[in-house]
């Protein structure tokens, strides 16, 4: 049961994880979770606001003698990717997270956690409650719908905040200190068609699926290689259309724009004396995608059985133009950064290909630390699918973080770290969207940094946070506010 975790330690945060797991709070759906939090500050007896949009800011006095300090803003969203396998019924707007423990992991039972950022909205509260620790003025922000379009930190008003420091709550490596992060772009596709009725006699209906990848963060993930299910299924498809017969009726791949698609399922004619050619193909694809993705996928499952035939075809020449638009896509890393050696400049995430009602949706969440190559790598995507006659729109998108390498709280954080664990922390920049960079807009003058406990697969069912890494995280966070 998910109430165990309230008995690991330190228990004040598990417990608050633990409040915000039976609170359902995908993106989108804030409202439960805000009143929560606007309840948690009124409880406490301290100063508890909510500004237009929706963040919840709660204030807490400084500590006896501590009045003088700066002010620190601790911050996290609120709102956690509605990710779980198609074969568990869970649904995110009202069931709790089943959360668990497995070894030094918590996890949740086929189902995205929420550590990001539960994690880091429970540190905060933690903070709040505890009348024993040493600190400054000090204020908590939970920002709402971070994970589609950042909407709560947009619609931060200067003047909202008190704080001179802000340390964010939102980064997954414990002993490193983030002082950057990467912009990002949507670009959403759509192709208009009129459905075919015409399916040949003698042809055979097949629902083509692929399950099993890893998926996970399109940010922080996106290095690792891992396999894309739009990729991996119009692959296939391009070979199965070109020599077999097949006719596309339906494509579903991905779910999320900022999660790497991990299934994708495509129904499909084909003439019936092609049938058992058709099997042989699919795990012909199944063994050599095993091969290409061995040490990095574990579990790809490429499988066709029969199934009701359809009512109407995607037209051939909007099959052909999607099928060769999708190959072409760029999809995964595009280019490396010189500064911080190791960490993705710009990649993109080839997110959600569906067909419904005479129309395909393709989104794409383009992500850059440069908002040249960030332009460059959009209009490269526009270009591909306007030659296949599609609609490209793309947002401006939100601008990066710009680190500051010489930032004052990033010397009293590295410092904090080596006597509590005896190792210097780097400075790194994080190639995923955080708010840090948004929030920089409204207030220029603040000083940032990020930081996180061990968190693994983000936006992924495979989400786990590690216990341990909770426990140093909470000291080295007392720890910095009482040097601050």
Known sequence: MSAEIKNLSPQPVWGYFYDLTQIPRPTGHMEAVTRFMVAFGKGLGLETLQDEVGNVLIRKPASPGMEGHKTVTMQSHLDMVPQKNSSVKHDFLTDPIDAYIDGDWVKARETTLGADNGMGAAFAMAVLADKTLKHGPLEALFTINEEVGMDGAVGLKPGFLK????????????????VGCAGGADLNVSMQFKEDTYIPEGDVAVKISLTGLKGGHSGVDIHLGRANANKLMFRFLKEAVRDYGVRLSSIDGGSLRNAIPREAFAIITIPGDNVEALWELVSDYQEMYRSEYKGIEHNINFTAEMTDMPATLIPEEIQDDLINAIEGCQNGVISMLVDFPGTVE?????????????????QILVRSSSESHKEAVCSSLESIFSLAGAKVEYSDGYGGWQPNIDSPILKIMQQAYLDLYGKKPEAKVMHAGLECGIIQESYPDMDMISIGPDLQHPHSPDERVSIPSVARTWDFIVTTLARI
């Open 163 to 178: 704080g001179e420091i802000l340390l964010n709550c939102d980064s997954e490596e414990e002993g490193e200190l983030f």
């Open 346 to 362: 710009s990649s993109t995430n080839l997110a959600i290909v569906k067909s419904s009602n005479e129309m395909i949706e393709i």
